[in-house]
């Protein structure tokens, strides 16, 4: 069962990914959504953190009384996967669950969106959808690179939690989201 945080961004698109899967999702919109997928037991659980505005969906959060739960449930093992400003929203600025620092709008107006396929650690090539994207300008010793495009790091692992600054719930690729279920998820229990 995944809870995808759906307070604003691209939360609509990681759901189709998820259903075409034929994995379980729940759209996290406030704090009783929250509290009614932790008591949720028995069943591998995971959090996808979507694209977006992480500078809005980190207010929301603020103001919704969920950013010290699901910081909270982070650090307690929860797996996490965010993409694009959910990258953004687990770095050390943020909710600090990563040792990684993001930066925002990395690649200038020019380069705003691109696509490209490039390859990723254990999966090969995959189609890239980057929009307004960062990248992890730093990352700590307990960080796997998983990416790097052009010098900069693009999705990277630490433990349960997995980002990348693109977005694979904006292509048909749905090898990231098994990724993640398989070898973050079930794997974790
Ligand atoms: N640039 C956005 C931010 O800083 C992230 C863009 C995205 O998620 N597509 O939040």
């Not at 965010?82 to 690649?107: F, P, Q, S, V, W």
Request: charged share 20%.
């Amino acid at each position: 069962m995944i809870a995808i945080l759906a307070l604003q961004g691209a939360f609509a698109e990681h759901q189709q990914m998820l259903c075409r899967l034929g994995e379980e999702s729940v759209l996290i919109r406030n704090l009783a959504d929250w509290n009614s997928f932790i008591s949720i037991s028995d069943c591998p659980k995971g959090l996808i953190l979507p694209g977006g505005e992480s500078t809005t969906m980190m207010r929301l959060m603020k103001d919704l009384e969920l950013l010290q739960p699901i910081r909270e449930a982070i650090v307690g093992g929860l797996p996490v996967f965010g993409t694009c400003a959910g990258l953004i929203l687990l770095d050390h600025d943020h909710l600090n669950t990563m040792d990684i620092i993001a930066k925002r709008n990395a690649y200038g107006r020019q380069l705003g969106s691109f696509e490209i396929s490039h390859d990723i650690k254990g999966l090969g090539a995959i189609p890239m959808t980057f929009i307004r994207a960062p990248y992890i300008a730093e990352a700590g010793p307990n960080v796997e690179v998983l990416s790097t495009y052009d010098g900069r790091i693009i999705a990277a692992r630490q433990g349960q939690q997995l980002v990348t600054a693109f977005h694979p719930e904006l292509t048909t690729d749905t090898r990231v989201h098994e990724l993640f279920i398989k070898e973050y998820m079930i794997s974790a229990k």
